[in-house]
């Protein structure tokens, strides 16, 4: 018996160590201080921004897509990011982003369905941002913690990935891409 205790604690122990020094939780910004291009939140953060993106739930397996478009706008160091979704399911969804940069590498952010103050920081090409958003009545109404993560890419588009947790388990993971809507104009 005390075998079988001993390999079910080692076998957590290494699940645990798993998921957060080897995984996408074990990300940190300073990874990607020294990465390429330069992510610039009023850059590129500016103007329309075209976005399509898959949602997987806790089973790992695609629960909605959608595309969004964003418009984002900047007065010195504050800022809004207006995004409407179109889901697959043929929900909508509109969300305003009000953000606060601090004209070095961190921000702040508020939004209607988020819980305080989401905190980000911008390192290298990438931009890393936590929060607490809460969901639509009609899926649940859940308060979960997030994790994004924005890429830019070499050509501008950014990819974003998203974990979101409640009580410390992924129950829901975002895929997407983010394009100056520009690229896509004669």
């Known amino acids: 018996m005390k075998i079988l205790t001993a390999l079910l604690l080692v076998s957590l122990v290494a699940v645990i160590a798993k998921s957060l020094l080897f995984s ?9 201080a020294d990465t390429l291009p330069r992510f ?14 898959v949602i997987y739930g806790p089973n790992g397996r695609v629960a909605n897509s959608f595309v969004a478009t964003m418009v984002g706008e900047w007065d010195g160091d504050t800022g809004t990011l207006t995004e409407n979704f179109i889901y697959s399911n043929g929900k909508e969804q509109a969300r305003k982003w009000f953000l606060k940069y ?3 590498t ?4 508020t939004a209607d369905d988020i ?9 290298g090409s990438t931009v890393m941002i936590k929060y607490r958003i809460v969901l639509p009545e009609d ?13 830019l890419t070499q050509d501008g588009v950014i990819m974003n990935k998203s974990e979101m947790r409640k009580l410390g388990i992924k129950v829901a993971e975002l895929v997407a891409t983010m394009r100056p809507a520009r690229a896509n104009k004669p």
Request: proline fraction near 2%; aromatic fraction near 12%.
């Open 139 to 151: 899926a649940g109404g859940y308060t979960l913690s997030a994790t994004d993560w924005l890429y």
């Open 24 to 32: 996408f939780r074990a990300q940190n910004p300073a990874d990607y």
């Open 115 to 123: 819980v305080g103050e989401a905190h980000g920081v911008v390192s």
């Open 106 to 109: 961190t921000f702040t952010a």
């Open 102 to 104: 601090d004209g070095g």
């Open 40 to 53: 610039s939140l009023k850059e590129h953060l500016s103007g329309e921004i075209l976005s399509e993106g």
